[in-house]
């Protein structure tokens, strides 16, 4: 068995299809001559199951066949999502260039002319064997890659769960410690017990947002949609994170109407509050956060609105995703959004929404989401 330069087989399996016995036989006698492996069709449909059964790396079809010609079975071919990848050479004794052009339309890779000429078929059916073998290693490739990340995002999960319960317990445990002490505690001592608390929050809070964005991705968190008054969520959210927002404090602006939206309410709380808390860790001191609400025509939409340094434009897609980061370079500033824009977005694409950012260095930012209105009683 050769192999060429890329690690690939030089030989292969081909399908040659036509309906006419002298034309396959010369043709399997030119391949089997380069060590290729030859199955024939006689028509149109023999050869659609035959390409499913086999899977050859190339396929040899004439275009003049009665009942289906070559153009049709192409177009079947690729069709099928099981066959559609093998490259389809047509053999054809035409030469207008509109019946060429349908080939390529239907799918066809190349072309061979009648009479073959046996340097021509050797070179093209290799080429095309060639491309098929590479196309295949790079699907086993993504395969293991599938089943490495599956098994890495399962371990993940499974750690992670694990490390709920005891961050829950250190939690509790530090509330109880606080609740007993009382006032007889010094204040720096209290200082420390509740940076303690807030660090165990932000710890859960991590958890809850890995776990969660691994149960969107998989389709098994179902929404809880009510009516609900975006107004009353966000104003919600603002006092979930409390002292956050001392040396930021929150603006609200909204409409004392028309603030519905039909939603899971806790889960867009959590959005509101994953906005807020990174407006609030990116924003100087002494600058406000305007947290604004917006009746649009179909849609009810809100907005976190910063004085921070602001985000490059090329890095605007890529703080949605798993664990980005944004280097704002000479600004020695990291920007950091972990999982909480990546739940953000699930969170809102899962109610049929849109997110987004607006900014520009220098200039701050606007995280946006849109959710839609319910087509009825909205």
Known sequence: MSITRDGVQASGRVLVVDDELPNRELLRGLLEAKGHSVTEAVNGCEALALAAQVMPHAILLDIMMPEMDGFEVCRQLKANPVTAPIPVLMVTALSDRDDRLKGIEVGASDFLSKPVDTRDVELRTRNAIHSKQLYDQLQESLLKLQKLERLRDNLTHMIVHDMRSPLQSISGNLELLEMSLGESVRADDRSCLQDALSSAGRLIEMVSSLLDVSRMEAGQMPLNREVCDLGKVAEDAVKLLGGLF?????????????????????????????????????????????????????????????????????????????????????????????LGLTFCKLAVEQHGGQIGVESVPGHGSTFWFTLPLRTAGL
């Open 246 to 338: 001392t040396q930021s404090p929150v603006v609200l602006e909204m409409p004392p109407v028309g603030r519905e939206a039909f939603c899971d309410k806790m889960l867009v709380q959590r959005v509101i509050s994953n906005l807020l808390g990174n407006a609030a860790k990116y924003s100087p001191s002494g600058s406000e956060i305007k947290l604004s609400i917006q009746r649009l025509t179909d849609a009810v939409k809100v907005l976190v609105i910063d004085q921070g340094s602001g985000i490059p434009p090329e890095y605007h897609a890529q703080i949605f995703e798993k664990f980005g980061q944004v280097d704002l370079g000479a600004q020695r500033t990291a920007h950091s959004t972990g």
